[in-house]
């Protein structure tokens, strides 16, 4: 290989793994104030959201959803259907910054469509409900207690709107937000979706970005590692660290 086509290809790897280290997803997120660690999530295809979560045999799920890119003059919510694949029948916990610059985490039972959100019990169980408003990302944090019937596999709807007066207003009805509703199972970390609200019918499918994002990652360091033992590196173990060293020829 000539020094020409070698500088070019170490030139493009550089910038595949800067950017693919850069890029906002779920896994390169650590700074929960709460101290949790999840130990799984998924970035959401649409309305820069990511949820995470830790799921235990007993159908508790530990969960954070995460919305970046909003401001105190956003609502934000997640939201379980368990009546399936539309708006109406969701569970959703719902998050927004008061007058008072207090954030209000509460939970609502979607009856209808252009809803308004009003406080109610949901269906299942949740604990431990607060939320955050940090650099633009908006945080909901609960505990939920999914039922024997629902499964480890659930319908989950996300979706952002304005704050006016004082409560959630509308969202809006184009783009994005007809189409932050799929599914997700909490046992393998699979995801579905998403789905437009209206027709009901999958746009597109397939299992966790994040997943994705670790096979690219792990072909981009293997390439850059081939990369560099034919300009002459070594990879060598120094208690149980791996370091790049010249070899000298």
Request: net charge neutral; glycine share 10%.
């Amino acid at each position: 290989m000539n020094k020409l086509l070698k500088s070019a290809l170490f030139s493009c790897l550089l910038i595949s793994l800067f950017l693919s280290s850069s890029a906002q997803t779920c896994r390169n997120f650590t700074s929960f104030t709460n101290n949790v660690i999840y130990n799984s999530c998924n970035d959401l295809p649409v309305l820069n959201s990511f949820l995470y979560w830790n799921y235990q045999s007993n159908g508790t799920v530990n969960l954070a959803y995460r919305h970046s890119g909003v401001t105190a003059s956003n609502w934000v919510s997640w939201a379980i259907n368990p009546a399936g694949q539309q708006m109406v029948g969701s569970q959703a916990l719902v998050a927004f910054q008061n007058s008072s610059g207090v954030m209000h985490a509460y939970t609502s039972p979607v009856t209808q469509y252009q809803t308004s959100l009003a406080e109610g019990t949901l269906s299942f169980g949740v604990t431990g409900l607060s939320a955050e408003l940090v650099n633009g990302d908006m945080i909901i944090f609960a505990t939920l207690q999914i039922t024997s019937s629902m499964g480890t596999t659930v319908n989950q709807v996300w979706q952002v709107g304005p704050v006016s007066g004082g409560a959630p207003g509308v969202h809006s009805t184009t783009g994005d937000n007809v189409k932050s509703m799929g599914t997700v199972n909490f046992l393998s970390g699979q995801t579905m979706g998403p789905v437009d609200f209206h027709s009901g019918q999958t746009t597109t499918s397939g299992g966790s970005g994040s997943r994705i994002r670790k096979i690219n990652d792990k072909l981009l360091f293997g390439l850059f590692f081939l990369l560099l033992v034919d300009w002459g590196y070594e990879m060598v173990q120094i208690e149980g660290d791996y370091e790049i060293l010249i070899k000298i020829v």
